[in-house]
Each structure stands twice: as C-alpha cells, then as structure tokens.
Nanobody
Framework: QVQLVESGGRLVQAGDALRLSCAAS????????MGWFRQAPGKEREYVGY????????YYSDSVKARFTISRDIAKNTVYLQMNSLRPEDTAVYYC??????????????????WGQGTQVTVSS
C-alpha cells in the first residue's frame, strides 16, 4: 500500500512559479512510476508527466513541456512538480499517482494503482 499526499497548491498570478509536493508513505517512491495529472473544472483528468522508477528522467505532456519539471527526493520519499510561467489554463486540481513496476502503461492511461487526494492550483490572469 502507498499513501500519497499532495501539497503546495494555492492561488497565484499568471507568470508565477509554484512547486507542488507529493509525499509518499508505505513504500519508497523509487520503486514506483510516479505521475502527475490535473483536472480542470468541467474537463477530464489530464496527464501532465511522470518519472520512472528506474530511470529518473521525467517525461511531460506537450502542454506543459519546457514549463514544468518533475523531480524526486528519494531520501524524503517525495516527488515534486515545479511549475513555471503559469497560465490561467493551468488552473486545475493536481493529482499525484503511483503505479507499480510494469504498470507504466496503466499510469499513462490514467489507471494507476494509487491516487493522492489532489491539491488546487488557481492561476489568475
């Protein structure tokens, strides 16, 4: 079992930066594929990016590439989402997700083994 708790979401202005954290407990994040998703009001949940367990090179959706950065601190068992140059269209509830080894495809399809409760990010224009 893994418990995921996101934090860091708040109201910011367009152009600001914000860092979200996803603290994991129960198992080490280094043995999971860790992803970030977001869901805007009235829209489906959207994949943002992920960092694989064995190769800590993150991957991103086209909509956030070059603005968002995913990283992890194994000692703190935490994954981060650094968001720069925020836009009003980035407003959403941001979710952390974890998928077991061999379940990367499921993670990318939005079917991870575990979800966090989400944290609200609001970007004003």
């Amino acid at each position: 079992q893994v418990q995921l708790v996101e934090s860091g979401g708040r109201l910011v202005q367009a152009g600001d930066a914000l860092r979200l954290s996803c603290a994991a407990s129960g198992r080490a994040v280094s043995v999971y594929n860790m992803g970030w998703f977001r869901q805007a009001p009235g829209k489906e949940r959207e994949y943002v990016g992920y960092i694989a367990w064995r190769a800590p090179r993150p991957y991103y959706s086209d909509s956030v590439k070059a603005r968002f950065t995913i990283s992890r601190d194994i000692a703190k068992n935490t994954v981060y989402l650094q968001m720069n140059s925020l836009r009003p269209e980035d407003t959403a509830v941001y979710y952390c997700a974890a998928a077991r080894l061999g379940e990367l495809r499921a993670l990318l399809a939005g079917r991870p083994d575990y979800w966090g409760q989400g944290t609200q990010v609001t970007v004003s224009s």
